[in-house]
């Protein structure tokens, strides 16, 4: 009897009831958000596409094409290489806020980081991966 009774109020007073049954509310709330947001914009959305809609896009590909068609991986290349050396230079802006603030480690650390930044981007400018032809 005392068993049941301290497994009670250890099921009244648990942590899943008072912690985690908010996060499951919510979490249940949005998949019925989604669901409702989701269907609502396939219902109510016009499937009326235009001849500017199926153009080829700025990059020059067709709309719809063959899955099997060629990719020029130039594209690709040219996104990761934007992307790496964009997440490399915000790194320099923390460094330049704070430069006055910085002990000679720090320092240094930095201006090799910037050493390679630029070898890395002399590397990619000397075989030419960003060139088109």
């Not at 896009?57 to 992307?83: N, S």
Request: hydrophobic share 55%; with cysteine.
């Amino acid at each position: 009897m005392k068993n049941e009774i301290d497994f009670m109020l250890l099921l009244n007073n648990s942590l899943l009831k008072t912690e985690y049954l908010i996060l499951l509310i919510f979490l249940f709330f949005s998949i019925f958000l989604t669901i409702i947001i989701i269907g609502a914009s396939y219902f109510l959305a016009k499937q009326n596409p235009e001849s500017e809609k199926l153009s080829a896009y700025e990059c020059g590909f067709e709309a719809h094409e063959d899955t099997r068609h060629t990719f020029d991986i130039k594209f690709c290349v040219i996104a990761i290489l934007f992307l790496l050396f964009d997440l490399e230079i915000m790194f320099l802006v923390p460094w330049c806020v704070c430069i006055s603030k910085l002990d000679l480690l720090a320092y240094w650390s930095m201006i090799d980081f910037v050493i390679e930044l630029s070898v890395g981007f002399f590397y990619i400018w000397y075989v030419k991966a960003l060139d088109w032809n």
